[in-house]
């Protein structure tokens, strides 16, 4: 069983300050980690992707994540906020050493940037 | 370019209507999925499927039908029996435990 909790449905950051969304997770299985952006009438995009190398990931726009499996985390951090980092984000996790690939989301993050 | 492809963009259904939505993607990827987001809400799963001729209901089935006669093709019906279809539609492809490929989704409204 896998499971995501995405802690703050709405956080608010001024523009060029630190972004930090949160992202626990559950596994019965090591995980991989995928953190997707969504703009508004658009569909998911993803930003990048944890599947066991290094546990630090650069993912696009410049965001990064951690993996950081004694605390079951894997938050996404920006260290400068744009105005066009302005929409929906996901955490989600899949279980490795399945057959299924079938992921888990959380209910999302809504970021807003305040000029 | 590979990608993933929903249609029509925009949809409305009359009361008591069938309709369909397409999904087609030529990425190659095994799996496909239907998720349903409501306004201020996270992603739903309706249906999915792992591979052709086979699929399995999620979490949110009830008045939704599917099919997965080709690998690249994975249509959602939204029947008469789904009484609140007003929705944002959203259809995936993976394959095994890789990320999403997104289409840019169906919105769907009753008039």
């Known amino acids: 069983a896998q499971s995501v909790t995405q802690l703050g449905s709405h956080v608010s950051v001024s523009e060029g300050a630190l972004v930090l969304l949160r992202c626990n997770y559950s596994s019965s299985v090591p995980p991989y980690l995928f953190w997707y952006v969504q703009y508004p009438n658009q569909g998911l995009q993803l930003l990048l992707k944890y599947t066991s190398a290094a546990t630090l990931v650069k993912g696009i726009n410049g965001f990064e994540a951690e993996f950081k499996k004694s605390e079951t985390s894997f938050h996404l951090t920006k260290p400068s906020a744009h105005m066009s980092d302005a929409a929906e984000y996901f955490c989600?996790?899949?279980?490795?050493?399945?057959?299924?690939?079938?992921?888990?989301f959380g209910d999302g993050t809504t970021l807003t940037v305040k000029p | 370019d590979g990608g993933i492809t929903q249609s029509p963009k925009y949809l409305f259904r009359k009361e008591g209507q069938n309709v369909t939505l397409s999904c087609e993607q030529n990425?190659?990827?095994?799996?496909m999925y239907w998720y349903r987001q409501d306004p201020g809400q996270g992603l739903r799963l309706i249906y999915y499927?792992?591979?052709?001729?086979?699929?399995q209901k999620g979490d949110i089935a009830e008045g939704y039908s599917v099919s997965r006669e080709k690998k690249e093709s994975f249509p959602l019906t939204v029947t008469s029996a789904q009484k609140n279809p007003t929705a944002f539609y959203l259809c995936?492809?993976?394959?095994?435990?890789?990320?999403?490929?997104f289409g840019s989704g169906t919105r769907l409204t009753v008039v």
């Open positions: 499927s792992q591979i052709v001729n086979d699929f």
């Open positions: 995936a492809s993976s394959n095994r435990q890789g990320p999403y490929t």
């Open positions: 989600a996790v899949s279980a490795r050493n399945t057959n299924a690939g079938k992921s888990t």
């Open positions: 990425l190659n990827h095994d799996a």
